[in-house]
């Protein structure tokens, strides 16, 4: 069974940063890909960044420039890595992850339960 575990959540200050991390067991490919999404009170899950197992990175034009995804191979494990954030960035942040041919941000099948970001001063 492929379970995910997101940490690194909490409340930040406008301006702050933040790292998420996300560890994926119980995968059997090595080809997968992981990505991010948020999700803020009464609006859709919307996809915010992804990355395959070749490190190739997929990053949504609100969170371009401040948002940063990465992965290690060897621990099973991915990070998004905010900066500058705003009060907009607030939301339930929740990891996938989904064998892949190339990374995407749509049709994922394994996620972790979230972790909450709140931005604000």
């Known amino acids: 069974e492929v379970q995910l575990v997101e940490s690194g959540g909490g409340l930040v200050q406008p301006g702050g940063s933040l790292r998420l991390s996300c560890v994926v067991s119980g995968h059997t490919s090595s080809r997968y890909c992981m990505a991010w999404f948020r999700q803020a009170p009464g609006k859709e899950r919307v996809g915010i960044a992804a990355i395959d197992s070749d490190g190739k990175t997929m990053v949504a034009d609100s969170v371009k420039g401040r948002f940063t995804i990465s992965k290690d191979n060897a621990k099973s494990t991915s990070y998004l890595q905010m900066n500058n954030l705003k009060p907009e960035d607030t939301a339930m942040y929740f990891c996938?992850?989904?064998?892949?041919?190339?990374?995407?941000?749509?049709?994922?099948?394994?996620w972790g339960q979230g972790t909450q970001v709140t931005v604000s001063s």
């Open positions: 996938a992850a989904d064998i892949c041919s190339t990374v995407r941000l749509y049709e994922y099948d394994y």
